[in-house]
């Protein structure tokens, strides 16, 4: 089965990953723009590191044959820096329109001051005015409030819930979000989002429609196969096929595809992934690199 | 001198030749936009959102068009260009002028926040930019890159870099380009700009793999040619004897165009690929594309 990570910060993630994605069936990521854990100081650095997720990373990904997307945006968090917040949303017109940006994001609340709403709202102009979807960031502190108010806040803005996917939900938060109308993204993060066994739980009692896996990977204790994992977990637990491809494909394609710039003929028309094959005239490998042969337990690295 | 003018009727001639006229329509108000204008925004929008309406289809040219652009601009070779960076390019040359230079902070914004296939238009644009003196650092800071289809875009089918990078520049890029495995046949003005020092960095190389127990692509074996002597020949002879098929045939090819006289004497002692040079069948661009298939 081929399945969609719709969220991954694969810029902090290692070779070894993406090989281990691949092998798991993962065809195409979606890297939301967000901080770094370090807050960046210039916006120079804002710069930087949007212009590694339409340049470096999305050719990085491909050498290991996944098709990479990106969202842009100011994160909540560093939103609280006004002065440099406001240069950063002097940046983004530059980026929001580049191939492969498929949405707005992540946007939304931290610790829900007055300085993220005003970001908040600024971006969610922006998005209607490029006619991207917008990824919302639901807080970690105040989930329930925080989710509500991102979708009040969003509809006070006059966007359509179906252009919104409302990310790191749980238990508490589901039902409202998807009887408001908008896509419910599950994060899959252990100890501080959800589990895949409660995962499992949630498909079972609310269908496959408009329900999203992630695993939000990044720089922090997460696992990278979080979504193919949860899916094989489904179907241990006996969810039915077209249920699984659904949260762990199809809607991601459905939801970001709205964007214009994602879709499935990216990755089915895509030679296939041989590491010796050329890309378009191109070996995919670095200069002088070999194709990886396997993994073994010997102590021989290859010269 | 080309005139700007002149480039650009000949970009949007041949690109209308390829594209659908929906899209040349959509470009041509974004011209007229961009040219309109106050400040840049309007030009880095429609930079980027150029991918909506043209695909990287490669330009679709006759004989007679791939002549016209080497004639606008020698060593021009718009065959390998895409009609989604034709499109760029004829945005980015609304935005330049021939007269004075002020734009030149305009493409470096470009620059800095292109993306992968926006990196390859711009660069691959380098010929035909006015005071391209200007842009040599620029092109050093490019084959920087380790993004092949970027590093491509200004090194390969680009006669740029042999007209106006500095010989450390120069030697950067082959030296790059080797060790990137990219087809050195496609590199415009490579056999006029072989240097000694880029031979002796060779020599060093090609020792340094051999130690590794590793090989050398065999395209290599031209940039030393006009610089053999005795430690190339001793080169040459252990190819002569011990390499592969092809290794052998560069090698021949490489003893072939050289003047020093041991070349002459490996050739009567190795005479294998004589013949094949004499009938015309083996020449750079064959070993190139035969050490590409062997890949």
Redesign the interface.
């Known amino acids: 089965m081929m399945y969609i990570d719709p969220h991954i910060h694969v810029t902090s993630r290692t070779t070894d990953d993406y090989e281990a994605m691949q092998k798991a069936g993962i065809v195409a990521v979606i890297e939301p723009a967000f901080w770094l854990g370090q807050p960046r100081t210039k916006v120079g650095s804002f ?1 930087d590191y ?2 590694s997720l ?3 990373e ?2 990085r990904a491909k050498q290991f044959g996944i098709v990479h997307y990106c969202t842009i945006g100011l994160n909540s968090k560093e939103a609280n820096n006004e002065a440099l917040a406001e240069e950063v949303m002097e ?1 983004l ?3 929001v ?4 940006v498929v949405a707005i994001g992540e946007i939304g609340y931290d610790d829900q001051t007055a300085a993220e709403d005003r970001f908040y709202r600024l971006q969610l102009e922006l998005a209607k005015d490029v006619d991207l979807p917008v990824m919302i960031h639901t807080p970690h502190r105040d989930k329930k409030k925080g989710t509500v108010r991102s979708m009040d806040v969003s509809e006070e803005h006059g966007l359509d819930p179906k252009m919104v996917i409302v990310d790191h939900n749980n238990e508490e938060t589901v039902r409202e979000v998807l009887d408001r109308g908008y896509w419910a993204a599950f994060t899959i993060y252990p100890h501080t989002k959800m589990g895949s066994e409660r995962m499992v739980d949630i498909v079972k009692q609310y269908g496959p429609e408009r329900i999203i896996v992630d695993s939000a990977a990044d720089w922090g204790i997460s696992d990278p196969l979080a979504v193919p994992k949860t899916a094989a977990l489904m179907k241990e637990r006996g969810i039915p096929e077209e249920h699984i491809q659904l949260t762990c494909y199809g809607n991601a394609l459905k939801a970001y595809g709205q964007s ?1 710039q994602m879709e499935e003929k990216d990755w089915l028309e895509k030679e296939p992934i041989d590491q ?1 094959k ?1 890309h ?1 005239g ?2 995919v490998l ?3 690199q070999k194709p990886r042969v396997d993994n073994d337990s010997s102590n021989i690295i290859e ?1 | 001198m080309m005139l700007l003018a002149t480039i650009r009727q000949f970009l949007i001639k041949v690109l209308s030749q390829s594209a659908p006229r929906e899209s040349m329509n959509w470009l041509d108000e974004q011209v007229v936009k961009v040219t309109g204008a106050k400040g840049n925004m309007k030009l880095f929008l429609a930079f980027s959102q150029a991918s909506r309406y043209f695909s990287k289809e490669t330009l679709a040219l006759d004989e007679s068009d791939q002549a016209t652009a080497r004639e606008i601009r020698s060593g021009f070779q718009p065959s390998f260009w895409t009609t989604l960076q034709t499109a760029r390019t004829i945005l980015v040359l609304e935005a330049v002028s021939e007269k004075n230079d002020d734009w030149i902070p305009t493409l470096d914004k470009l620059f800095e926040s292109a993306d992968m296939h926006e990196l390859e238009a711009l660069y691959a644009a380098l010929p035909l930019y006015p005071f391209p003196e200007k842009l040599k650092k620029r092109a050093s800071e490019g084959l920087r890159t380790n993004i092949t289809s970027v590093f491509d875009a200004i090194a390969l089918n680009n006669p740029y870099p042999a007209e106006f990078l500095d010989e450390p520049a120069w030697n950067q890029l082959v030296l790059k380009a080797i060790f990137m495995q990219r087809p050195l046949y496609r590199i415009t003005g490579a056999d006029a700009r072989a240097n000694v020092n880029l031979a002796k960095t060779l020599v060093d190389y090609v020792h340094e793999r051999w130690s590794a127990g590793r090989n050398v692509m065999p395209e290599l074996w031209r940039f030393l040619s006009p610089f053999a002597d005795m430690e190339i020949l001793g080169m040459f002879e252990k190819v002569l004897k011990e390499g592969s098929k092809l290794e052998k045939e560069a090698v021949t090819l490489a003893c072939f165009h050289s003047e020093h006289a041991g070349c002459k004497e490996l050739l009567d002692r190795y005479p294998d690929y004589l013949a094949a040079i004499r009938e015309g069948s083996l020449y750079w661009a064959a070993v190139g594309e035969s050490y590409d298939l062997e890949r």
């Open positions: 710069q949007f212009s339409v340049g470096w999305r050719f940046l017109p530059l980026y329109g580049k191939e492969g214009g010796t050329k378009g191109n070996t670095r200069g002088g010269n």
